[in-house]
């Protein structure tokens, strides 16, 4: 028979050790605690230094309020917080309030805290050493806090052996002030790895957006802050604001969405999943944008206790946040009509600056052999005679509503003032250059194209409206059985958007009828490109965006195809479609529709500027 143990009560050193190893996991997480600690204290500069990624040496100095004497004393006891007054978990504005942080990580390093409050005359210096403190001394420091943190870990060497070199380490506590920095411009935040400033960042003057957006330059990139496009809405008690990329703006990661409840960074699957919903139309898979978003919620409607880190949230309405997080997201882009993103334009400048293109002599040699230089004069008159509309797509004069009516020379020279401008060549059977105000655009009539029978499709699917067109000849088109079955089992989805397919025999189906937006098509290709997309995706994605998806497919095989010779109306004709359709800035899977080069783009590339 074994004794019964006694149960002991754990002393106070050895908890606080246990909790550190909740709260500090490494030196990005004492960073992280201290920077709150000094944002909470009011502070309006925030000066980090780290040692060997912050094993050795952590300090943090701020301007802050400061600590009394008294409460210095306090600062390190188990649960002691000047930040709940009133005993409510649940309303909690401080970014701390658990008490936890400094007891944590006295108990396994060595902690230096200075501090003086305005009424002082001096400073007060507190040393604690693995959990034991040495006495109050007077120290020199001006208004503010300075907490030093040495040989972190020291007093529990197992967990030193988890620690990444110094240069992760540091950039782990770069990221993290980069995230707070985001949220908090008003501030100025600085950090020195001792070689080198990594962070220089001064407090942003102005109104909140504006203070923002000149943060986020900074951290994220002139690129972003130049093609995003501001998000700003409120539902019931929930606010969402901040800065999201266009959609020609994207990535091979999600690594650049950052997001802040109440403040805090948090890196969440519901919102990284109502971020991929949200662009899931603009965006081919594979693609991320960019984004800084708040979300602002009651206190009382998150707990932000579900981890110690407090990396994750919990909304108390889930869906009242990701429902508002897409239609603000999805508003914000409709807001911003055919835009695409400016930084393409420089992007070519800078490509062709560098030296990436042949000589001249070469060029003109290769476009003579091949005869791609068309050109269009600008009178209508003056079409080239070989040149018939049924050459073109028939939708476009059809459905899309192209009047081919004659242009008279008034329209034309208004057409200079219309953001993509007249058209006044096509090259290489794809690429539309128009002449705009103040600089030229170049259009990829693929791409467009493909956007603007997507954006047709979707409205007449909206509205119940997809006219379909019977075949002379329905297609037979045999499947494999994976396809098969993916089609067969959508036929009633197919059907609302036009495609009306039957089961014929083994693995085959028969297409009777197709949407007649898209015209003469490739039907068999398309029928497989569903049954493909369909597998892809498996059953797991809503069916509105299944359907977005087919629509994508069907708009992709039913668009000018690139080789089309365009004449000058039917180029403008699409030039002007584009103006009038949202989203046109990009085809459907994130790429860009046109680029601008203005003139001052163009000058450059001459070294006339
Ligand atoms: P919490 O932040 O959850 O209150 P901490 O252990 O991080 O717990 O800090 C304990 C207390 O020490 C805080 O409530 C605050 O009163 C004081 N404190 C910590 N850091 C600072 C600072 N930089 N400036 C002023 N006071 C501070
Ligand atoms: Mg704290």
Same mark, same amino acid.
């Given at each position: 028979m074994t004794v019964a143990p006694n149960i002991r009560v754990l002393p106070d050193n050895l908890v606080?050790? !246990?909790?550190?190893?909740?709260?500090?996991?490494?030196?990005?997480?004492?960073?992280?605690? %201290?920077?709150?600690?000094?944002?909470?204290?009011?502070?309006?500069?925030?000066?980090?230094? =780290? !040692?060997d990624g912050g094993k050795s040496l952590i300090s943090v100095l701020d301007n802050g309020h400061g600590m009394t004497q008294d409460n210095l004393a306090k600062c390190i006891e188990r649960h002691a917080t000047s930040k709940l007054k009133d005993d409510d978990l649940f309303n909690v504005s401080f970014m701390g309030f658990r008490g936890e942080a400094l007891p944590s990580i006295s108990s396994i390093a060595r902690v230096n805290i200075t501090t003086r409050t305005k009424d002082d005359e001096n400073a007060w210096e507190l040393v604690v050493e693995g959990g034991v403190r040495k006495d109050i001394k007077p120290a020199k420091l001006n208004q503010g806090t300075k907490?030093?943190?040495?040989?972190?870990?020291?007093?529990?060497?197992?967990?030193?052996?988890? %620690? #990444?070199?110094?240069?992760?380490?540091?950039?782990?506590?770069?990221?993290?002030?980069?995230?707070?920095?985001?949220?908090?411009?008003?501030?100025?935040?600085?950090?020195?790895?001792?070689? #080198?400033? $990594?962070?220089?960042?001064?407090?942003?003057?102005?109104?909140?957006?504006?203070?923002? $957006? $000149?943060?986020?330059?900074? *951290?994220?990139?002139?690129?972003?802050a130049e093609n995003s496009i501001l998000v700003n809405q409120k539902r019931e008690n929930v606010k969402i604001y901040g800065h999201i990329s266009l959609p020609t703006l994207n990535k091979n990661n999600s690594l650049s969405q950052y997001f802040f409840v109440n403040g805090r960074p948090v890196r969440d699957k519901l919102l990284l999943g109502a971020m991929r919903g949200?662009?899931?139309?603009? =965006?081919?898979?594979?693609?991320?944008?960019?984004?800084?978003?708040?979300?602002?919620?009651?206190? !009382?409607?998150?707990?932000?206790?579900?981890?110690?880190?407090?990396?994750?949230?919990?909304?108390?309405?889930?869906?009242?946040?990701?429902?508002?997080?897409?239609?603000?997201?999805?508003n914000a882009i409709n807001s911003a009509g055919h835009l695409a993103s400016n930084s393409l334009s420089s992007n070519a400048i800078d490509y062709i600056a560098k030296g990436n293109n042949p000589p001249m002599q070469m060029q003109l040699e290769e476009n003579q052999q091949a005869g791609n230089f068309q050109y269009q004069s600008q009178t209508p008159k003056s079409y080239r005679s070989d040149l018939e509309l049924n050459d073109y797509m028939p939708e476009l004069r059809d459905n899309v509503s192209v009047k081919t009516e004659s242009i008279s020379e008034s329209v034309i020279q208004d057409d200079f003032d219309k953001p993509l401008g007249l058209a006044k060549a096509q090259y290489h059977k794809n690429y539309i250059i128009a002449q705009t105000q103040d600089g030229i655009t170049i259009v990829d009539q693929h791409a467009a194209h493909e956007r603007l029978v997507y954006e047709d499709m979707k409205k007449n699917f909206e509205a119940n409206k997809i006219q379909r067109q019977m075949l002379l000849i329905p297609e037979v088109v045999e499947l494999d059985a994976v396809q098969f079955d993916y089609i067969i089992n959508s036929a009633s989805d197919l059907e609302k958007l036009g495609l009306i397919i039957e089961e014929f025999g083994d693995s085959t189906i028969i297409v009777r009828e197709i949407p007649s937006l898209i015209g003469d098509t490739d039907i068999k290709g398309l029928v497989k490109s569903i049954a493909d997309d369909m597998a892809e995706h498996g059953t797991q994605i809503s069916l509105?965006?299944?359907? &977005?998806? !087919?629509?994508?497919? *069907?708009?992709? &095989?039913?668009?000018?195809?690139?080789?089309?010779?365009?004449?000058?109306?039917?180029?403008?004709?699409?030039?002007?479609?584009?103006?009038?359709?949202?989203?046109?800035?990009?085809?459907?899977?994130?790429?860009p529709t046109y680029v601008e080069l203005k003139l001052a783009d163009i000058e450059k590339l001459f070294s006339r500027t």
């Open positions: 606080n050790q !246990i909790a550190a190893g909740e709260v500090v996991e490494r030196p990005s997480s004492v960073v992280k605690e %201290l920077v709150e600690n000094s944002i909470d204290a009011g502070a309006t500069k925030i000066e980090i230094t =780290l !040692i907490i030093e943190v040495r040989d972190l870990f020291f007093a529990t060497p197992a967990r030193l052996k988890f %620690l #990444k070199q110094s240069s992760t380490e540091t950039s782990k506590c770069v990221d993290i002030i980069n995230r707070i920095a985001m949220a908090n411009p008003e501030i100025g935040f600085f950090l020195d790895d001792g070689v #080198k400033k $990594k962070i220089a960042l001064n407090a942003e003057q102005g109104e909140l957006f504006d203070a923002h $957006k $000149k943060r986020l330059a900074k *951290i994220m990139g002139k690129d972003f949200a662009y899931n139309e603009f =965006l081919a898979g594979g693609r991320h944008p960019y984004a800084c978003l708040f979300i602002d919620v009651e206190p !009382i409607d998150v707990d932000v206790n579900v981890h110690p880190a407090k990396a994750e949230v919990r909304f108390r309405n889930n869906q009242l946040v990701t429902g508002l997080l897409v239609s603000s997201i999805r509105s965006d299944k359907i &977005h998806n !087919i629509i994508a497919t *069907i708009s992709c &095989h039913g668009s000018v195809r690139s080789g089309r010779v365009l004449n000058f109306e039917e180029m403008n004709k699409l030039l002007r479609d584009m103006e009038a359709t949202p989203h046109s800035g990009q085809c459907n899977h994130g790429r």
